[in-house]
């Protein structure tokens, strides 16, 4: 069965800023998340961008999406890309 984008959004859903306390999904901090199947498993790639350019908390907020989303079942490769445009 094929990862979905639901599965990947369900998967970061409990990660939140830790300055304001709620869910980087829902303060809509997730841009888009692109699923290419591989022939090993799939390969993962998420935009996201943060509350502020300059964010204090942002690879430890990278890193927490990124550990979720390889935590996947069948996730070959995960990929973070951090954007600000459009800004938050």
Same mark, same amino acid.
């Given at each position: 069965?094929?990862?979905?984008?639901?599965? *990947?959004?369900?998967?970061?859903?409990?990660?939140?800023?830790?300055?304001?306390?709620?869910?980087?999904?829902?303060?809509?901090?997730?841009?888009?998340?692109?699923?290419?199947?591989?022939?090993?498993?799939?390969? *993962?790639?998420?935009?996201?961008? $943060?509350?502020?350019? $300059?964010?204090?908390?942002?690879?430890?907020?990278?890193?927490?999406?990124?550990?979720?989303?390889?935590?996947?079942?069948? *996730?070959?490769?995960?990929?973070?890309?951090?954007? $600000?445009?459009?800004?938050?």
């Amino acid at each position: 069965m094929a990862l979905t984008e639901q599965q *990947v959004m369900d998967a970061i859903k409990p990660i939140e800023d830790p300055e304001l306390h709620l869910g980087i999904v829902d303060l809509g901090l997730i841009y888009g998340v692109d699923i290419t199947p591989q022939p090993d498993g799939e390969e *993962v790639k998420l935009q996201m961008t $943060f509350t502020s350019p $300059f964010c204090p908390y942002g690879p430890q907020l990278k890193s927490q999406v990124h550990r979720a989303i390889a935590a996947l079942p069948d *996730v070959k490769s995960a990929v973070v890309n951090i954007v $600000f445009t459009p800004p938050w």
